[in-house]
């Protein structure tokens, strides 16, 4: 089992910058692959940035440029820089973890609201 707590959420003026924490605990030595997720109302869950346990990232298209996601393997940390937030970020952001069984994880969510 492996449990993710997210943090770092909260409201900004467009333009503004956030940083997300995702802690993991619990069997994280079987962690795989490490994601961000979020989910605007009304709409589906989506992909927002994921990175590999080799450091291997890749980015949703609406995100390049502005986001960036990094890994501290010491502290088990997860991290979404989010800089130029736009409106349309606004969304609950959810940490995701795969481990190598590909047995998906996800934390509670963090609320990320951009005000114009």
């Known amino acids: 089992q492996v449990q993710l707590v997210e943090s770092g959420g909260g409201l900004v003026q467009a333009g503004g910058s956030l940083r997300l924490s995702c802690a993991a605990s619990g069997s994280i030595f079987t962690v795989n692959n490490m994601a961000w997720y979020r989910q605007a109302p009304g709409k589906q869950r989506e992909l927002v940035a994921r990175?590999?346990?080799?450091?291997?990232?890749n980015y949703a298209d609406s995100v390049k440029g502005r986001f960036t996601i990094s890994r501290d393997s010491a502290k088990n940390t997860v991290y979404l820089e989010m800089n130029s937030l736009k409106p349309e970020d606004t969304a609950v952001y959810y940490c995701?973890?795969?481990?190598?069984?590909?047995?998906?994880?996800w934390g509670q969510g963090t609320q990320v609201t951009v005000s114009s």
């Open positions: 990175i590999t346990s080799v450091g291997k990232t």
């Open positions: 995701n973890a795969v481990d190598t069984s590909f047995r998906p994880y």
